[in-house]
């Protein structure tokens, strides 16, 4: 009987790692929850044929249906309060292109990241350990389904944090992608780790050490730093595409709100007269602890400058990451 009435917030979100990629195990224990504002929901957007046919008339007859809901890659964005604990590094890890590990570490981008590729089902694969399980689980499987995405990778990750909004608290955004048919009739009960307490906020920075494209203890407002690896699927399979990879462009770009001021007034006439990298302190984002989830972009360039007239004079900036051949693009300090 359908007695159940739901909200958008009882549902929650868990993933886990595969050890077969496309695979998931069962639900039923080592879920790590994620701290989301609420679940959204994939788009099924399973392949129809739907034409009218000349067969006669102008509707299309019933024998022409057709639907495939293995050929497309499932993508959902979450978003929600950043924690140091498993689930969350867990993402950070699979956008970066490591190895899940089930455990909070720090994350680094390389200095020559080419991502991972793999076979959906092979284990021997070059992609082992790479993939996971994202579980939305209802909040009761009498009146209601879980939905399992399997195969998954983290194509996109941001860390932002706003002074005006929620004290500084850093939050996140991701999106999640698979390129297997996901499980939509789960009844299973999930059970695994809840998110952790260990929240970070912007007044715990370190901010006479913070760096903005050389520039010394800029006075921060907010900032946002984003990754993205998209996904590439290819090949046939009856349970979806058969292989995956990523892209050919890792992009680490970050954005920042600071006063107008004596130390950061250079830097519009820093990117109008900007010849060549920044070598050095590009975004340096120190927390006070530094193991929760300093920030290191040492080098790239300046995309944007702009002013930003509200009720005291601030200036956004943008940047990109790049690459010196040797050193770490971008590291997070987790652990």
Sequence with gaps: MANAVFSPRDFKAWIIEEDTPGTSPAITSGLYQLDVDSVAFPSLSPNQVTAVRSRGGRVIHKDDFFQDNEMRAIEVSLSGTFRKDIGTVMLMQSVAGMDLNNAVADVTLGATPTGQSGAYGDTGSDGNNKTFSLVLASPDTADGYNIIMKGCLCTSF?????????????????????????????????????????????????????????????????????????????????????????????????????????????????????????????????????????????????????????????????????????????SFDLA
Excluded: W
């Design 158 to 330: 941001s860390i932002n944090a706003d002074m005006t909004a929620d004290g500084g608290l850093y939050k996140f955004e991701a999106t999640i992608s698979s390129g297997q048919n996901p499980e939509t009739n789960n009844t299973a009960t999930e059970a695994g780790t809840v998110f952790g307490n260990d929240l970070i906020t912007l007044t715990t920075l370190d901010s006479a050490s913070a760096k903005l494209a050389g520039v010394s203890a800029p006075v921060i407002s907010s900032f946002a730093i984003t990754i993205e690896s998209p996904a590439v699927y290819t090949g046939f399979s009856s349970t979806g595409y058969h292989s995956y990879s990523r892209g050919s462009e890792f992009t680490v770009t970050a954005n920042s709100t600071v006063k107008y001021d004596s130390v950061t007034r250079g830097l519009y006439d820093s990117l109008n007269t900007q010849t060549s990298e920044i070598g050095s302190d590009l975004f340096i984002m120190p927390q006070a602890n530094p193991r929760d989830c300093s920030v290191s972009l040492p080098i790239g360039f300046l995309t944007d400058v702009a002013f930003n007239e509200g009720d005291a004079m601030m200036l956004d900036v943008s940047v990109q990451g790049a690459s010196d051949g040797s050193a770490n693009i971008l």
